[in-house]
């Protein structure tokens, strides 16, 4: 980890999963308080067993949780997810839950709120580079509800320190979409390679959000990627090599649903990370997917 500031010694992570179980292990293992909320009860039950001090099991846009939480807690980090459920999902999930978050907040003493956003707010194409003022407003109605939950953030006037983190393709220990993807090719991948694949291992997200609830950096938006977006092809090609297995073949014609609703292809963008690099005193350990995946491998 990049930042060697003092933890807070209390956190509260809501949407405790993937990225959120990394966090509270890393924390719980130099004795910071940590309390967490999650929808799922075998997922709280894997929290306990990891020894944290406080799992709640609620929806978090429900407002009972509110009077479950026993502790008082410096730091909130808000890593949910959608869950499931189209766009109404989105808004449950991401919303409404930021909402009833910053509601409970009030009656907190809290130094510093973490939400992680994600790149697919941005709408960029044609390979230019993407930066946090880049224009977002024609992102998609599942990106318009991600920007106005940071929206809510950053409206908060009694939370000076808050930060949202825009998180770029996620993977990692129990992640790794695009290794499968090589694995069960045989020998075609459906869609474009043409495109830049923007990631982040999830050891990286963890070490960000350390950084932002132990710095001093100025609350606000920040793009978090690794230093090298690589085409889709190139990464998948060195994975199949890595493997010992054909190098993959792309047929644009098999393209899902989903992504023809968007147009059929995938952006083609290279996300920044110059800012968070700069104001966070934060590097990625995987500066690219060729370090990442070396582990997973």
Not at 65 to 80: E, I, K, L
Not at 85 to 91: D, E, S
Not at 228 to 253: C, D, I, M, R, S
Request: aromatic share 8%; glycine share 10%.
């Amino acid at each position: 980890m990049a930042n060697s500031h003092k933890l807070p010694d209390s956190v509260i992570i809501f949407g405790c999963g993937y990225v959120g179980t990394a966090l509270a292990r890393y924390l719980r293992a130099r004795g910071v308080r940590v309390g967490a909320l999650t929808r799922n009860p075998e997922q709280a039950a894997a929290l306990r067993e990891l020894g944290l001090d406080e799992v709640v099991v609620a929806e978090l846009d429900a407002h009972e949780w509110h009077t479950r939480v026993v502790g008082r807690y410096q730091a909130v980090v808000n890593c949910v997810s959608s869950g499931g459920g189209g766009l109404a999902g989105y808004r449950k999930s991401y919303l409404a839950g930021q909402q009833s978050i910053l509601d409970w907040a009030r009656s907190q003493s809290i130094d510093s709120y973490v939400y992680t956003s994600s790149t697919s707010v941005y709408t960029q194409d044609g390979g230019v580079t993407v930066d946090e003022a880049v224009d977002t407003s024609g992102a998609p109605a599942t990106g318009q509800v991600l920007l106005e939950s940071e929206a809510l953030l950053a409206a908060a006037a009694d939370l000076p320190n808050w930060y949202v983190l825009r998180l770029a393709g996620i993977y990692g220990p129990g992640r790794h979409y695009l290794l499968d993807q090589v694995r069960t090719a045989r020998g075609e991948i459906p869609g474009r390679g043409d495109y830049a694949l923007n990631m982040i291992h999830r050891e990286d997200i963890v070490a960000a959000i350390v950084a932002v609830i132990t710095g001093s950096a100025p609350a606000g938006i920040y793009n978090i990627a690794d230093d090298t977006p690589t085409l889709k092809a190139e990464v998948l090609h060195y994975l199949a090599e890595q493997l010992g297995l054909p190098a993959p073949v792309f047929n644009p014609e098999n393209v899902s649903e989903r992504l023809r609703r968007r147009g059929g292809r995938m952006p083609h963008r290279f996300i920044s990370n110059k800012k968070a690099r700069k104001a966070l005193d934060w590097c990625p350990k995987f500066p690219s997917f060729r370090e990442g995946y070396a582990e997973l491998l």
